[in-house]
């Protein structure tokens, strides 16, 4: 899809532009040219290994049908009604039930769900959430989100580090510029990561609710799911997010707990928003005479996980269990 190349390129270059504009007010034109090639480097490894460092970076453990037998046959299932290959699997030790998908293509991408997520969440529900993962990665967002992930989380460390002093000196016998420079890119830098971020994360969300309610065949599953995650996220604190907001907007609902914080630099739609529009959904596909059941394998009651319960299965709970 082109257009999400573009979308990508046109981040990247914000995102660095960013990062030189605060060398610059730092350290002059030596900072921002060491600024520039930082960024050059850091964007070309990027590309490359920014999905695993996102995952590393969260504590994602892989798994597969041995260790977690009905996730991982859910995604499987669920990949090929969507016409994708086979992601790679990883569940993060969290409580707080979210998940997100990573990869600079669909043959290299992976889906991670956190252990509460596992836990709390029905069959159907999972497969809503899983299914809206897929879909990230079938319109080839996941690029884009993973760049921004790991470019914004390095301006936000710059700008955390910025706090105990210049990082590229320079400029001190200047009327202070690099001071005031340093102080400017510490409150102005992760502000405009943020609009950055938010700028392609809002209609992207819609999109992968619409695509992931038809992957699964049910835009109640997600809508369900949508209502649990977002009731969880604000009361059980995510702490490897909360350590980087950056790439909070990698995740299906807003990990940060953040209390008050103003719905203007929310990387995601508004969750009751999501969810009208999933239900209407649901109707227009109920008017159309579209069977909602979902027909995918062995559904279950409706119970939380470990859904081997609800289905009768021997299977293993796997290692969130």
């Known amino acids: 899809m082109p257009m999400n190349y573009a979308k990508t390129a046109m981040l990247i270059a914000a995102l660095t532009a960013i990062f030189v504009a605060m060398g610059a007010a730092v350290g002059g034109q030596q900072g921002m040219v060491i600024a520039f090639l930082v960024a050059l480097a850091m964007n070309a490894f990027s590309l490359w290994n920014s999905d695993k460092m996102v995952l590393r970076m969260f504590g994602a453990q892989e798994v597969d049908e041995r260790t977690a037998p009905e996730y991982y046959a859910l995604v499987r299932d669920l990949a090929q009604r969507a016409e994708l290959p086979m992601p790679r699997v990883y569940v993060m030790n969290n409580p707080q039930p979210n998940a997100f998908a990573t990869g600079r293509s669909p043959s290299h991408s992976a889906v991670a769900a956190t252990s509460g997520l596992l836990e709390m969440l029905s069959r159907e529900e ?10 990230h990665i079938k319109n080839r967002d996941t690029l884009t989100m993973t760049v921004a992930a790991t470019i914004g989380g390095a301006i936000s460390m710059l700008a955390q580090y910025l706090q105990f002093g210049m990082l590229f000196g320079g400029n001190r016998d200047r009327s202070g510029i690099g001071t ?53 996220a604000r009361r059980i604190p995510n702490e490897e997010a909360e350590a980087v907001p950056a790439a909070a907007h990698m995740f299906i609902v807003n990990p940060l707990t953040g209390k008050g914080m103003d719905s203007l630099f929310s990387t995601h739609p508004n969750t009751e928003n999501r969810i009208a529009a999933l239900e209407a959904l649901a109707e227009e596909m109920t008017r159309s005479g579209i069977d909602l059941g979902g027909g995918l394998r062995a559904p279950s009651s409706g119970a939380p996980g470990p859904w081997s319960q609800s289905s009768g299965s021997a299977a293993p709970r796997g290692p969130w269990g």
Not at 126 to 135: D, F, N, R, S
Not at 193 to 220: F, H, K, T, W
């Open 126 to 135: 999972a497969a809503g959430v899983i299914a809206h993962e897929l879909a």
């Open 180 to 232: 005031i420079g340093a102080i400017l890119a510490m409150l102005v830098a992760p502000l405009a990561a943020m609009l950055v971020q938010m700028a392609i994360s809002r209609s992207r969300e819609y999109g992968a609710d619409r695509m992931g309610a038809l992957i699964c065949s049910n835009p109640l599953w997600l809508s369900s799911a949508l209502v649990k995650i977002d009731r969880a």
